[in-house]
């Protein structure tokens, strides 16, 4: 009986050993069939690989014009926003339609054929890894170098369609700004031609004359002061005014009237010689006296014709020796005088002036507030229009705002030999489940025992 429960344990042990062996080899014939069939009949392919990364620094440039202004640009770095990564965008522009398409026909296959490249982002860099599959080493190279080169020209007209769109907008605004600077250059030309203000500095000139003029007005009334001062010091010496030291000159210095005085000297010695001899009634002393009456006569006349003088006690009073000291007192009274009316004439000259330039002064003042305000206009219309110029060419120059620039850091490869790689994973994969197949029936073999273990347990 013993022997018969035995041996039926035994054939039903060797039945599910049996199940369970067949259960295994259907599962591994499902796994390693197709995998023998890709491994065996896949057809042979080649991988060519490229990459491109992209500078990350941002640039930016300034212009100073002398007298106009200033202008500026600054491009941020590409990866200076968080919410847009360049790579992101590079790589869907890559595998756009229009790309492709024009890879391919660079390649001389269909769109279809040449198919999507495999494009990697390499985290934490700025590289872009490309990869791309194919029969033959040669097309897998031509694909390589076709998305490249179709790559890099799409970039290029998308630069390029920005460079352009930006230009038609700027060149809107520079008509704005030079229509600007143009009206204001008319107003400015019309005020000029209309007034006799040319530039605001004939005003700041006007004010510098009237200063300088002050100033040479006060020099000359210092100056008249001064001779004023020596004049009254010689008159006071000579006990004389001004007028009978012009009279003293004028007669020493005419001959017709030293001739009647020289006259009127000898007729005086005469007389003294005469009357010495005879007495008054004599009649020769009498004939003296007539001439000397005569000589008096003439040299008053000859004196009244061009001085003050009204008698002889006058005359006896001025007519000095021409040698002595008293002729060079009159004479440096005379040159003093000259000179204080000299002074005096230009300080009225001075006065007649200041008064003819602040006249022209307080004409001057609105209009050259007015040339100011119309220049300073033009000037700011002018640095406007100058400025959004120069900032226009600078962003122009740089093309790289919106699409940064790119560099090929690995050239598109030729493939040496097939890729293999993707056999030898085929094959990894079946052996690892086999295991997990063989795994799996080994617990559903236990499963009794670990439903009663863990019931036990519990």
Do not use: C
């Not at 000095?320 to 000299?342: C, F, H, M, P, Q």
């Amino acid at each position: 009986m013993l022997k018969n429960n035995k041996d039926d344990r035994n054939r039903k042990r060797n039945r599910r050993i049996a199940r369970y062996l067949i259960l295994y080899i259907l599962n591994l014939g499902l796994i390693w069939t197709p995998i023998m069939g890709y491994v065996m009949y896949a057809p042979v392919t080649y991988k060519s690989t490229w990459s491109l990364i992209l500078p990350g620094s941002g640039t930016g440039s300034n212009v100073n014009l002398d007298n106009l202004g200033q202008a500026s640009t600054s491009v941020a770095s590409a990866y200076a926003s968080t919410s847009v990564d360049p790579k992101v965008n590079y790589k869907a522009i890559a595998m756009s339609n229009p790309v492709i398409k024009r890879a391919a026909e660079y390649a001389a296959i269909t769109p279809s054929e040449f198919g999507k490249p495999v494009i990697k982002l390499v985290d934490q860099t700025a590289i872009i890894e490309f990869t791309h599959v194919a029969n033959s080493a040669e097309l897998a190279h031509a694909k390589s170098s076709s998305l490249l080169d179709a790559f890099t020209e799409e970039l290029d007209n998308l630069r390029d369609n920005e460079v352009q769109t930006r230009r038609d907008g700027s060149l809107s605004s520079m008509s704005v700004y030079r229509e600007n600077v143009r009206l204001a250059q008319d107003a400015l030309l019309d005020f000029k031609t209309n007034s006799n203000l040319v530039s605001a500095e004939q005003f700041n000139t006007l004010s510098s004359n009237i200063e300088d003029i002050l100033r040479q007005q006060t020099e000359a009334k210092v100056e008249a002061s001064s001779l004023d001062a020596q004049l009254n010091e010689f008159l006071n010496s000579l006990n004389i005014g001004v007028r009978q030291a012009v009279d003293a000159i004028r007669l020493q210095n005419d001959p017709i009237f030293q001739s009647h005085l020289l006259a009127l000297s000898e007729v005086n010695k005469e007389l003294v010689d005469n009357m010495a001899i005879w007495g008054n009634k004599h009649p020769k002393v009498r004939m003296v006296r007539a001439r000397e009456l005569e000589s008096r006569q003439a040299l008053l006349r000859r004196a009244r014709e061009f001085t003050t003088i009204n008698d002889m006690a006058d005359i006896g009073a001025l007519v000095v020796n021409g040698g002595s000291e008293s002729a060079t007192l009159y004479r440096t009274v005379i040159e003093l005088l000259a000179a204080k009316t000299a002074a005096k004439t230009r300080i009225n000259t001075y006065d007649e002036q200041i008064t003819e330039l602040e006249k022209r002064l307080k004409e001057h003042a609105l209009s050259t507030a007015k040339l100011e305000d119309l220049e300073r206009s033009h000037q700011v219309a002018t640095a406007v229009f100058v400025s959004a110029l120069a900032k226009t060419d600078l962003g122009r120059s740089d093309i790289y705002a919106s699409y940064p620039m790119t560099q090929i850091l690995v050239a598109p490869t030729l493939p040496q030999e097939p890729e293999k790689l993707f056999k030898v994973f085929a094959i990894l994969g079946a052996f690892a489940g086999s295991l997990f197949i063989l795994a799996a029936l080994f617990v559903m073999w236990k499963r009794s025992q670990l439903i009663h273990r863990i019931l036990k347990k519990n």
